[in-house]
């Protein structure tokens, strides 16, 4: 009976939504430093294909440059920072890209596949900070809206459709 319980278990784990959500590949990066994420989309939406994924970039996060994905429509939108962020050679940023969307492409719900782009950490950043990639993943038929962030004392397991994070680390050496 124990082996029942615990076979049935690992079938419900491995079927709930938290099981398989948007994640970032690297999920830690250093203050100060280049930075590329990479987006995996596990599935689609209940047996339905991805035709769209939107990811807001986090304030902090600068000079970001998506890559392209033959078959798919890349767009960015770029807006204003929150404040001044200091990049290569002490040059300030106040504005670039705040979303990039891919679409037109089709990934099947039975297939994985990544979606990839680039930035820096300003350096004004702190260690310990976590960011936050709120992801919209739009299918033939339905969404999933991967843009929950935890509240204070809880974690990403806390949520039902929780946003992609990366936890900042302190620089080691020179900034560039």
Request: overall charge positive; charged content about 20%.
């Amino acid at each position: 009976m124990k082996g029942l319980v615990l076979i049935g278990a690992l079938a419900a784990a491995f079927t709930t939504p938290a099981a398989a959500h948007v994640t970032l590949e690297t999920a830690e990066a250093k203050v100060g430093s280049h930075y590329k994420a990479v987006l995996r989309l596990p599935h689609g939406c209940e047996g339905n294909a991805t035709v769209a994924v939107r990811v807001k970039i986090p304030d902090g996060l600068i000079a970001v440059k998506p890559m392209p994905k033959p078959g798919w429509t890349l767009a960015t939108t770029t807006a204003k920072y929150g404040q001044p962020y200091s990049f290569l050679h002490n040059a300030k940023h106040t504005e670039g890209v705040t979303e990039i969307s891919w679409s037109g492409g089709k990934l099947p719900d039975a297939w994985y596949d990544e979606f990839v782009f680039q930035g820096f950490i300003a350096g004004e950043l702190k260690p310990g900070e976590t960011l936050y990639f709120p992801v919209v993943q739009e299918c033939e038929k339905g969404v999933h809206r991967w843009i929950e962030i935890p509240e204070a004392g809880k974690t990403r397991g806390d949520t039902r459709e929780p946003a992609p994070s990366l936890k900042l680390v302190p620089a080691s050496g020179p900034r560039h």
